[in-house]
């Protein structure tokens, strides 16, 4: 008893170090005078309602989401025959294509971005929505890569080479007795995408430039005119969406096991 009380009494400072900016940010969100001061002078949630309510921001937001929501399906639909074929195929070779699953994530994001400006900007699409779309697809292929992975390592294969032996082929066991089983680890996947995507500016704004303005670029577009609650609400409603998403993942899948499997990769 004694011991985890000492366990939690030093873990204190380092909950409240992490969480003091986040505090910060979150009392400058309701300040009802327009400036980033804190503590807040006043309280407002003007700021919040703001987001949609403003044509700019609101516009940005509506791009964030269907980047976000379509880059991650993208990225769904990229891993998960790769990591069927891992798991059916486990012949060294075959790591090779992991690594080519992993290595866009690995890579750091400026260099990750450079390289699709240039393959962009040399194909001549420089600017096309469509660009950010595979880009943040291509970037984050690897959560959903790896959650798909470890969902496909907890099937029992008997159960596969048993729906074999009863007649079925290969696209007959994947959809009726593999889906079924992985279908946590793939939402999970691409809720962990979504998310990232949402965030994410570098590779956006080596894409697209000001072509699509998400809610990371319109921030740092905003800051030219000045600072304003806006930009504290708008980051505040980034941390409510993903404690929400990682929520929903932690309800419905093992969210320990997944984050240590991403840590590991």
């Known amino acids: 008893m004694t011991g985890k009380f000492l366990r939690g009494l030093s873990f204190a400072p380092v909950a409240v170090f992490l969480a003091a900016p986040r505090a910060v940010v979150a009392g400058v969100s309701v300040n009802e005078q327009r400036s980033l001061t804190f503590p807040p002078q006043g309280f407002s949630l003007a700021w919040y309602g703001e987001i949609f309510t403003d044509p700019g921001w609101r516009a940005a ?23 069927w074929f891992l798991w059916r195929h486990m012949a060294p070779w075959a ?3 992991r690594l080519l699953g992993v290595a866009p ?5 400026v260099i990750t971005a450079l390289g699709l400006l240039t393959f962009w900007a040399m194909a001549g699409s420089y600017g096309a929505p469509w660009t950010a779309v595979i880009s943040h697809a ?7 890569l790896v959650t798909l992975s470890l969902g496909f390592s ?11 032996t009863m007649g079925a082929d290969n696209r007959t066991v994947l959809r009726t007795v593999v889906l079924p089983l992985i279908l946590p680890y793939l939402i999970s996947g691409y809720a962990f995408a ?6 994410e500016y ?33 980051s505040v409603f980034f941390a409510a969406i993903a404690a929400l998403v990682f929520a929903l993942v932690a309800r419905f899948s093992d ?7 991403l840590d590991e990769s």
Not at 105 to 109: G, Q
Not at 203 to 230: C, D, H, Q, S, W
């Open 202 to 234: 570098i590779v956006a704004y080596m894409t697209v430039g000001f072509t699509v303005e998400t809610l990371p670029i319109k921030i740092f577009n905003a800051l030219r005119y000045g600072y304003t609650p806006i930009m504290a609400s708008v």
């Open 154 to 164: 907890a099937i029992d294969r008997s159960l596969v080479e048993a729906a074999s």
């Open 61 to 83: 937001l509506v791009a964030s989401l269907v980047l976000a929501g379509l880059s991650a399906a993208l990225a769904v639909l990229i891993a998960l025959p790769l990591a």
């Open 138 to 144: 291509i970037f984050f292929v690897t959560l959903p």
């Open 255 to 261: 969210l320990r096991k997944l984050l240590g499997a």
């Open 95 to 97: 790591n090779i294509f």
């Open 194 to 199: 979504f998310v990232l995507s949402l965030n």
């Open 105 to 109: 994530f690995i890579l750091p994001p």
